[in-house]
């Protein structure tokens, strides 16, 4: 009797082991499986965020390399920048920045007064490309300043490092110009990923807008693209070209004259936006 009842009590032990075993095994196999599914979808839909991404038209990019000697692809991928040479629009550079790029520069919350107008301090994300080459600023700092009803000045400078400038004396106004008399804006347009626009107010015209990226602040190396509202640009300092407008297409002009006898001026610039 004794051994029955142990046979019956070590089968229905037995029965429930096996039971909760087939409980179990199920949920813990779909557990895993759905941390796998987890995982397997943040690989797939980050966004591309890791995956460097290609402006959509080839005219939108900004070259990576400009002193365009010795690239290579893996000199270009050293800068995290992309690499294609297949172009169709000529002079279209072949190394260029991502879309989503991986640096760039955040701006404090709130800006600081001047007497000429305003400062604010930013902060560097990432690694700039031409960092092994150049030191990058280590306090970088963007001020503007309003001259006249038609003239502003912004800057950039390493409030930590004094840089070279040219030692030529500037004519400025001591005073920031009358806001209601001033014909344009200067505003910060993102400053989780530091861009700035130049405004006309009449027409709302953009005339300088900083958001196409590629900003980069080294001792040595200065960079800063913009978006021009027209083609029709003349001037920057003097050069051989064959018509009076310039050509925009992916050529570089000099900003800078040639050394000249006294009362010689060639350095001017102008842009008509229509």
Partial sequence: MSKNCSRKRIGLICLVIVVFAAILVPVAYEATRKDKRKDTGSKNNDGGINTPQAPEKQTQRIDCFPENVGLTEDKCKERNCIYDKSVTVPGVPSCFFPVNKHYGFLAEKESTNTPL?????????????????????????????????????FKFYDKANARYEVPV????????????????????????DFAF??????????I????????????????????LP????????????????????????PMFSRDQAPGWTAQYSLLIEK
């Avoid at 990058?136 to 003239?151: A, C």
């Avoid at 001591?174 to 989780?192: G, H, L, M, P, Q």
């Avoid at 083609?231 to 297409?249: A, C, M, P, Q, R």
Wanted: charged content about 25%; aromatic content about 12%.
């Fill in 208 to 227: 300088f807008d900083s958001r196409v990226g590629g900003l980069t602040l080294t001792n040595q190396f200065l960079q800063i693209s913009t978006q």
């Fill in 117 to 153: 107008g305003y400062k604010v301090n930013l902060q560097q994300k990432g690694n700039s490309p031409f960092e092994s080459k150049s030191p990058r600023f280590v306090e970088p700092t963007f001020e503007v300043q309003f001259l006249s009803e038609n003239l502003a000045r």
């Fill in 197 to 206: 626009e130049i405004k006309r107010r009449s027409t709302g015209t953009v």
């Fill in 230 to 253: 027209s083609t029709n640009v003349y001037g920057f300092g003097e050069n051989i070209h064959k018509s009076f407008k310039h050509d925009l297409n992916y050529k570089t002009w």
């Fill in 169 to 192: 004396p500037l004519d400025v106004p001591k005073t920031r110009a009358e806001a209601s008399k001033i014909n344009y804006e200067v505003n910060i347009v993102d400053r989780d």
